[in-house]
């Protein structure tokens, strides 16, 4: 067996299986890359985490549904034992119209052909910001970050 066989049989080889099946629409191929006690881990936002292949399929199918032209590609990625490390960017349309855009990491977990675990970093891609949202975060950082004067010594 080559090293690239070995990459084939290993991680990467089912993330690859995954984008396919997202950018084919197709759930039932899609659910199958899971395994069916999957756990989803959202750091940033923990109270979006959640388990099961069947959560995997619902959330598809109001995806697919709702963005119908939504597609995946791996901008990056990197294979530890186990775990795929991946840098994803989605992209579609809302059935209205509005642009659907998603970037970030997504740290695979592989057992035995299928995903058994993810933490999830992705995030909303902001192509415009207003200028109350500058002022906000400014704001914030001045009142719970640095001081917006440093401090005498």
């Not at 067996?1 to 080889?13: I, N, V, Y």
């Not at 960017?89 to 995903?115: A, K, N, Y």
Request: net charge negative; with cysteine; glycine share 8%.
């Amino acid at each position: 067996m080559t090293l690239t066989d070995d990459a084939e049989a290993g991680p990467l080889a089912v993330i690859h299986r995954l984008l396919e099946a997202t950018n084919k629409h197709d759930l039932e191929a899609l659910a199958e890359c899971f395994a069916p006690g999957y756990v989803n881990e959202t750091p940033a936002h923990p109270t979006r985490g959640f388990t099961g292949r069947d959560a995997i399929r619902i959330n598809w199918e109001q995806l697919f549904t709702g963005v119908p032209n939504i597609r995946v590609r791996m901008v990056s990625h990197s294979v530890s034992g186990n775990q795929a490390w991946t840098e994803l960017h989605m992209q579609g349309s809302w059935r209205d119209g509005t642009p659907h855009e998603l970037t970030g990491v997504i740290i695979f977990g592989v057992e035995e052909g299928v995903i058994n675990s993810a933490r999830f970093y992705m995030e909303p891609v902001e192509h415009f910001v207003r200028v109350d949202d500058t002022a906000d975060r400014v704001s914030h950082r001045v009142t719970h970050g640095r001081p917006a004067v440093e401090p005498a010594q």
